[in-house]
């Protein structure tokens, strides 16, 4: 089969790229048995050696194809996968996660929090497994952060400073989205310090920001602080 948006390979590279994930989905954490699909990460059809191939589900492949999926997502989990990670692992009760030898190389115990997704067509908000939103301590720290930002960028307007329309959080998240390629919690945890760094440098610059800092007063808490203080 040749048709359009079908990648011609052999039967030894599927079988090797349908053992890099393990046979499950990296997006949605499907088995891939009847439904295994190759997406080509570059859409270029000759180009079909296995660092530009990913084995997915056929849900997840249409909405790749249909670029629903940001590159930037694809890529993540594609070196995950080539990191010996899988970046999804669906909570099995009973599962043994901590044994070295589960579902085919899986490195399940890289993992902490829940991938949950429910059935392929019903696409609710959804928890990347490796992500920064599947870190609650992560997490917890970037929306203090990008909450201090959006009250910094309030109070600018005390300052004199212009703005358009009413700042709130979602617009700083967007703000964000648009830097980094997507929304702060489906940042995989390796952009945690790059996000953290620019939040901060994102406070420290507004004209409030600005004002404590030569006052000598700061602007955010640091990670671990913070951490400590909201623990109960
Ligand atoms: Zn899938």
Redesign the pocket.
Known sequence: MNSKGRVAIGNAQRTRLLQEVGGI??????E?IG?LQIHQIDRVSSNTIDENLLA??????E?LTRQLIPDSEVFWRKRALQNGVHPVRREKPGMNVSGTDNRGGIIAQEFHGKVV?EG?TNRGPIILSGSIGDNPDLYRYVEYLIKRLTTFRQAGESFGQKRRGKIHAGGTRNILANEFDNLPKDLPVEKFDDLVLTLKQKIDNTALGRKNHAQGIRNYHAFEEHGRKKKK
């Open positions: 989905c990296p997006f949605c954490g499907l891939l439904s997915v589900c056929a849900s997840c492949h909405q997704i392929a």
